[in-house]
């Protein structure tokens, strides 16, 4: 097309071992919301770095408005008028905002200039943003916004967002969206990268999808349904998870007006947190991220301890127990984090499975570890939870996200735990994966155990849960039954969006 | 002989100073940029024994700077290759460059042992040297001593208002999200690394040409050691590290002082006092949080595609 902003031909880059884009072709026209879809490792990241000038491809070739296009580093993209705002946020903690943007420009202006600026373009676009507050104090909205800013002020033609509303309550999701869609009607191309499908049949008019790094499918998404899009990316169809609704039994775990200090200055302090979880039932607590979950998950797993009676565990005060021995007593826990914090990720998978499984599953005897036990119990999971990997002896860190966190999870699931924590199961998974871990979360609440499920998928809490709340600045709000409960109604027991107003498209360009 | 003169006092503390507030300040910028490197005592020394020796030879003290700057950046660029290239571990590597330093330097320095140093002219200002206290005090010292003072101030400037300041204090920050934005990381460690081997290099020189003044072995006897606790003690701060460095160089003089005037209390206790003050300083320091160290602070970085 010539009429195209960016076109791509042909682009192929290959790292040992895997190719990771293949003969890739696609173009984007001014205006045009084009999203690129895949599961993990189909490429897209590969992709997209390449149009940002981050990587070289080994074959093919890209123009700009019918010029070569041929961006040797992140300075070129942003002259020929390409900005990305990136998934893991690209910001300074301990800068600025102002300084933050400034970093991301080629020729900032002064900085009392530059914060005039950021002022402007942020009331402009309804996303307000003091320029002078350090980014480590930000919420993840916030965050997002001083991202999203920095790109703006360049008057980018393309726009790259990948995973932009992972972090987003529904509301701000929204904004973002009315922003999006502003920039769009003003001639902007955006490249919008998600998982989450419905988002991209509401936002998107035309889709690239990949999958082991070739173009297997162009289509507009809003004429598709959500599971077409994702059989399309998997190449099979997807097995939805089934459950069986079941009377919850007896309480198993109680926890009343637990407080807890955060262990660090970016951490958040948990408030008079209390619920109770009864066995057969899944509680999910809904939340955006930095609000208190790795802090509860901490204190329930024992990696913090608290005063005895804030958690019993089937009647026991077990606050002052360590996560050894809360194991022993049945309550198991799954970290959001896999490397570093769920898996050591030089260690195998053997080793890992040792860590945590040592105590249920008595991998030590008299001091020794018990090495045919621990790796007979590693090959179980690895078995039972469809892991791909060579073999139990492979370094955790070596496995893809996906694999890892089914390993992680299923490590925990087969010491059969009567109380089960896990955050964010579902994380960075592609979608067969968290299909398997979801089905293997209900299987666990059907055997008569309590899972409790912090997310920040709003979809993925709907679809496991028998009560919902929700954690906001390190308060829990009541649960609610699950069963019948709106997208909205979990948005506003979040607290919804933060001081965020409605795109005012007409202010722009005053 | 048995009072301490305060205006004296004041003066040498200024001079003892001196050596620890160039170090330090380079370590300062090194670890800015993201990077530990615990060869600062090595660095130092071979600075000493290399500023001494061409200074001796060329009788010319201001030369002997200059090549002791040069001696401690190339020593560093050892370093630079080994951690940012060969990403090897920066604790490990900066421990054997310290070790390395003072072998290297034991063996330069074998020909200079028992020799003077050529002297180094003071500045004596002419008027201001001459008010009452504050003349002794600020006025009659050597180019060094402003030298090092004018370093803060540009190190403080450069590095708050500045663009490369800003991209230097990202690099150490967030070194991913740098490289994702476009930063030259490796280089711009290499640079800072660099810088401070230069400042370590100077105050090495500084021992050996002025303070002592004369060659003897292992003669820095700790100094870069208490420049790397000055630089957590300053919470990543230029004028709290002059602030550090004067504290440590005071105590310091202070004991030489009390050694002199025949303090009843031995000289081991006063002669460890400096050490005992910095351990006691890091640990208070430590209790309080971590606070103003660069995030990507002695972290590997490999930019994987």
Redesign the interface.
Known sequence: MSDAYLAIEGLTKA?PGVVANDDVSFSIEPGQVHALLGENGAGKS?LV?MIY???KPDAGRMTVNGAPYEPA???AA?AAGVAMV?Q????????DVA?NI???MDD?PPMRELSQRITDVSEAYGLPLDPSRRVGDLSAGERQRVEIIRCLLQNPKLLIMDEPTSVLTPQEVEILFKTLNTLAAEGTAILYISHKLEEIRALCDHATVLRLGKVVAECNPREKTARELAEMMVGQTLHTPTRDYSEPGEVLLEVSDLSLTPAN?FGTRLREVSFELRAGEVLGIAGVAGNGQDELLAALSGERTTAPGTITLKGQPIGRLGPNARRAAGLLAAPEERLGHAAAPGMSLTENALLTGEVREKLTSSGFVAWQKARSFAARVIEAFDVRTPGTETAAGALSGGNLQKFVIGREILQRPDVFVVNQPTWGVDASAAAAIRQAILDLSASGAGVVCISQDLDELMEVSDRITALTEGRLAPPRPAKGITIEAIGLMMGGAHDMDVAHPEEVHA | MDSINPILLIASLMVASTPILLAALGEMVVEKSGVLNLGVEGMMITGAVVGFAIGVNTGSSSLGFVVAALAGAGLSMVFAIITQLLLSNQVATGLGLTLFGLGLSSLIGKPYVGIKAPGFAKLDIPLLSDIPVLGPILFRHDPMVYLSLLMVALVWYLLTYTRAGLVLRAVGENHAAAHALGYKVVRVRFMAIAFGGAMAGLGGAYVSLVRVPQWVEGMTAGAGWIALAIVVFASWRPWRILLGAYLFGGINVLQLNLQAAGSTIPVEYLSMSPYLVTILVLVIISVRGNHGAPGSLSRVFHASH
Do not use: W
Not at chain 1, 88 to 95: T, V
């Open positions: 790292y590969t770095k000038g981050l990587v580093d992140p300075h942003r990136f893991h946020f690209s910001l300074f903690d301990a800068l300084e400034a970093l991301g900032p200055e």
